[in-house]
């Protein structure tokens, strides 16, 4: 069974600290791994991909993947209210052909305090 | 900025209806995609469609599922016979060689 586990939360942060977001996933064989932040009722955005080992920083935010471990985090700079959103963990394994799917955490809730 | 737009962005059916959900992917996107939320739970993997065919589906895309790309532009969901457990959000995603995957704003399909 190819699972991602995220904390559930919710994460509350004070705006303009640092919120940090952990996931965990149990195939080895995935290859790309994705951070979608999820508003409610609406559909997921795409923040941030990452494929290799180590950081990668957009702005703001910064994803780190360690597949030793099999752990994805995303860190969020100077939180801002309007990142309040679940952030959704998405792993990307690669099948047979040309064929991709996204296997999901449940996602965290994070809560920017003003 | 290109989108991925899905229509309706609601519909109400009784159980027993056929449902088509429609999706315009980005243009020059390969790759389709259907994924669904149920309300509260994840977002799960329906089916993928590349090269005018389904590449890949997942246990819950059963006989009742249908997909099909009738034209250039469009990409339907087709659910023969509604049941209440098909209440949920079905959201449309396009890829292009990458892998990485954007969403439509999704249809809330409530089966009564």
Not at chain 1, 20 to 41: A, E, H, I, K, V
Not at chain 2, 55 to 80: A, H, W, Y
């Amino acid at each position: 069974q190819k699972e991602v586990e995220q904390n559930s939360g919710p994460l509350s942060v004070p705006e303009g600290a640092i919120a940090s977001l952990n996931c965990t996933y149990s195939d080895r064989g995935s290859q790309s791994f994705f951070w979608y932040r999820q508003y409610s009722g609406k559909s997921p955005e795409l923040i941030m991909f990452i494929y290799s080992n180590g950081d990668k920083e957009d702005g703001r935010f910064t994803a780190q993947l360690n597949k030793a471990s099999q752990y994805v985090s995303l860190l969020i700079r100077d939180s801002q209210p309007s990142d309040s959103a679940t952030y959704l963990c998405a792993v990307n394994i690669l099948s047979s052909g040309s064929a991709r799917q996204l296997t999901f955490g449940s996602g965290t809730q994070l809560t920017v305090l003003p | 900025e290109p989108e991925v737009t899905q229509t309706p962005s609601h519909q109400v059916t009784q159980m027993g209806q056929e449902v088509i959900l429609r999706c315009v992917p980005i243009s020059n996107h390969l790759y389709f995609y259907w994924y669904r939320q149920i309300l509260g739970q994840k977002v799960e993997f329906l089916v993928s469609f590349y090269n005018n065919e389904i590449s890949e589906k997942s246990e819950i895309f059963d006989d009742q599922f249908s997909v099909e790309r009738p034209d250039g532009s469009n990409f339907t969901l087709k659910i023969r016979s509604t049941k209440l457990e098909d209440s949920a959000m079905y959201f449309c995603a396009s890829s292009p060689q990458s892998d990485t995957i954007y969403f439509g704003e999704g249809s809330w399909l409530t089966v009564v």
